[in-house]
């Protein structure tokens, strides 16, 4: 079904407050009985309409694509901390040697909150490519399941980010190679004047905190995103064929 796009300038009234802006909508189904003032501008809803105007302007594909453009950059920067995490300093010795803390091998970031996270943010941005109804429903349903994807890869990024700090790095001491802040359940990064013990690979505890804490930021980013397309999703093809079934009327 092919739809048309018109613009108006709407008001909304939120608690006093009424906010004008430009947007763009599709054309309303013919039993939707909807009226513009010619001097204002103002949309005029009534209560099931308002219902349907909600669905179809913050319910939208577009929305969706917007958060998938958002997703992009911080799998990428997940990507990127993780392969920093890998080479401290811009070392491979240590690496090759396996002398990196443990959780580090698990890639978080690498895997949890990168490409994992490649998948929703590819679905998002590609979304709204039929003008079907039906077929925008089932999109928006392979929307949630993805962003389920993204929860569960967000997820596992910021678990094995928060033990990997509480692990602290592996570094060596004058014991030699050991994990001297395995035991302290994380107090270690209040007490900046411990982080010296460390001897090799140099300014090791200052670059695993610094990329483990974006790690958990981002992590963070990534969770909430998909959490609100998770949402998006699912009042969307919930919405979507009951605004649209011809027998539904707005005018009730």
């Given at each position: ?250 005018n009730a």
């Amino acid at each position: 079904m092919h739809q048309e796009y018109m613009f108006i300038m709407t008001t909304t009234s939120i608690s006093g407050w009424s906010i004008w802006r430009k947007e763009s909508i599709r054309r309303w189904p013919k039993n939707c009985n909807v009226g513009v003032t010619k001097s204002t501008g103002q949309l005029q809803l009534s209560s099931p309409q308002l219902c349907f105007f909600w669905c179809e302007m913050c319910c939208s594909v577009g929305f969706a694509r917007s958060l998938g453009l958002a997703l992009l950059p911080l799998a990428l920067c997940c990507i990127l901390a993780n392969l920093l995490l890998l080479f401290p300093m811009g070392e491979v010795t240590y690496s090759q040697q396996y002398r990196l803390a443990s959780y580090i091998w698990y890639f978080g970031g690498l895997g949890g909150g990168g490409l994992l996270m490649l998948i929703p943010a590819v679905v998002f941005i590609t979304l709204g490519k039929c003008s079907c109804c039906w077929n925008e429903s089932l999109m928006m349903c392979g929307s949630v399941l993805a962003a389920v994807v993204g929860l569960v890869g967000s997820s596992y990024c910021f678990v094995i980010s928060a033990f990997a700090l509480e692990q602290g790095p592996q570094c060596f001491t004058t014991l030699g190679w050991t994990y001297p802040y395995a035991n302290q359940r994380g107090r270690y990064l209040l007490q900046p004047e411990t982080w010296s013990r460390c001897l090799q690979p140099v300014h090791i505890v200052e670059w695993n905190v610094t990329l483990l804490c974006v790690l958990l930021g981002l992590a963070v980013l990534e969770f909430i995103i998909c959490l609100l397309q998770l949402g998006n999703g699912l009042v969307n093809a919930v919405c979507r064929p009951c605004c649209y079934k011809q027998e539904y009327s707005l005018n009730a």
